[in-house]
């Protein structure tokens, strides 16, 4: 079956700890993964990634992609209160873009 | 420039009734998707389109209609309104790329069937 799987479901860490999101899939050939993160209303945007082994970074977050072992994992360092936030991971193939359950990320003050 | 809207904000439907959920984008991309997000869970698509005339079905098309008359706007069509349509809907564009998209959302609508 072609899925997306996010782990942990949730998670809650203190202002300053550095956390790990991961994600799964299934298929092996596809254009891109994607990272998204959603507050209150619509996801925005963080990161595409394409090739295996090359880290994309924006400020604390960084993620990277595993075309071999078919997953992808998004870092967040120095975690802030306004981090918290659930992260989404999708993937895109064939024009289709099928999304994981998310990470619930609560960061305590 | 608006990027993607979506109307209504928020809507409160009888079973059995039909909606329209409008979405219109104005970054001339030729992609656009249809999502449904239940609470606590992530996004499924439902429809998407990769140009004006063309589109195919997502995860779960079941109860729903798309049209794609136009590169701008991308209606979702409720026909027979059903509780477990009751969510929250997004609506998303992006540009074609050989290796991949980044995906513009609108705000979302919130549809409670009653």
């Known amino acids: 079956e072609d899925k997306v799987v996010q782990s942990p479901l949730s998670l809650v860490v203190h202002e300053g700890d550095t956390v790990t999101l991961n994600c799964s899939y299934e298929?092996?050939?596809?254009?891109?993964l994607l990272w998204y993160k959603q507050e209150k209303k619509a996801p925005t945007f963080l990161f595409m990634l394409?090739?295996?082994?090359i880290e994309k970074k924006s400020g604390r977050l960084s993620s990277i992609l595993d075309k071999k072992e078919l997953f992808s994992i998004l870092n967040i360092t120095a975690t802030q209160t306004g981090d918290s936030a659930v992260y989404l991971c999708a993937r895109n193939r064939d024009d289709k873009i099928i999304f994981g359950k998310g990470t619930r990320l609560h960061i305590l003050p | 420039n608006a990027g993607v809207t979506q109307t209504p904000k928020f809507r409160i439907l009888k079973i059995g009734q039909s909606m329209t959920l409008q979405c219109t984008q104005d970054?001339?991309?030729?992609?656009m998707y249809w999502y449904r997000q239940d609470p606590g869970m992530g996004l499924k698509l439902i429809y998407y389109?990769?140009?004006?005339?063309?589109?195919d079905k997502g995860e779960v098309p079941n109860g729903y209609n798309v049209s794609r008359s136009t590169t701008e706007d991308f209606p979702l069509r409720l026909e027979l309104a059903a509780p477990s349509q009751t969510s929250v809907y997004f609506c998303?564009?992006?540009?074609?790329?050989?290796?991949?998209?980044?995906?513009?959302f609108g705000p979302g609508t919130r549809l409670l069937v009653l």
């Open positions: 298929v092996t050939n596809f254009r891109s």
């Open positions: 389109s990769v140009g004006a005339g063309i589109t």
């Open positions: 998303a564009s992006s540009y074609s790329e050989t290796s991949g998209k980044t995906q513009y």
């Open positions: 394409t090739s295996s082994g």
């Open positions: 970054m001339n991309h030729n992609y």
